[in-house]
């Protein structure tokens, strides 16, 4: 169980910085077209479109695994306000889990096939499209893994297998 424990710890903190990373560089890419502009810099970065489009792409897939790992993706606040932090909650948490689970692996399976097919090279920077949206199915699996594991936690609560987690 520990090393299950060491490997979603290495995913997190590896997913997290990767984020963290992209946001960083995403942000100096678009304060540098800014200023080459506001300046009227006699050269442009022709490069400048490709490289935002993968660094979002990125930012925004690893940090969506980094919330799911959080529990922070999907929350249904409103029925824990209707209904307490109670076991009839709970089985709206395994509803809930359910059908992201079911998202997440439809998403897994339908990227996988957007990135084999994504043959397009990128005009300046001459790589295949494929490395833009690569982040895809890998976020997507990784979600639903920590949507499965949300759904097993809830079950067990809902079913006293678990005590009820204060919130």
């Not at 306000?81 to 709206?92: D, H, R, V």
């Not at 079911?102 to 957007?114: E, G, H, K, M, P």
């Not at 494929?130 to 979600?143: D, E, G, K, Q, T």
Request: some cysteine; glycine content about 2%.
């Amino acid at each position: 169980m520990k090393l299950f424990q060491r490997i979603d710890c290495f995913v997190y903190r590896f997913f997290l910085y990767i984020g963290i990373t992209c946001f960083l560089a995403l942000f100096v890419v678009l304060a540098c077209n800014v200023a080459i502009r506001e300046l009227k810099l006699p050269f442009r970065m022709s490069w400048y479109s490709e490289v935002v489009e993968i660094l979002f792409a990125y930012m925004v897939m690893f940090t969506a695994v980094v919330l799911a790992h959080e529990k922070q993706h999907f929350k249904v606040d409103l029925l824990l306000i209707k209904y307490g932090n109670n076991k009839k909650f709970y089985i709206l948490e395994v509803f809930t889990n359910a059908v992201a689970l079911v998202f997440f692996i439809c998403l897994t399976f339908y990227s996988i096939d957007l990135v084999k097919c994504a043959c397009q090279t990128m005009s300046v920077l001459r790589i295949t499209k494929r490395w833009a949206y690569l982040c895809v199915p890998i976020s997507a699996f990784l979600m639903s893994v920590y949507a499965l594991r949300d759904m097993w936690e809830s079950l067990s609560v809902f079913t006293g297998k678990k005590a009820i987690i204060k919130k």
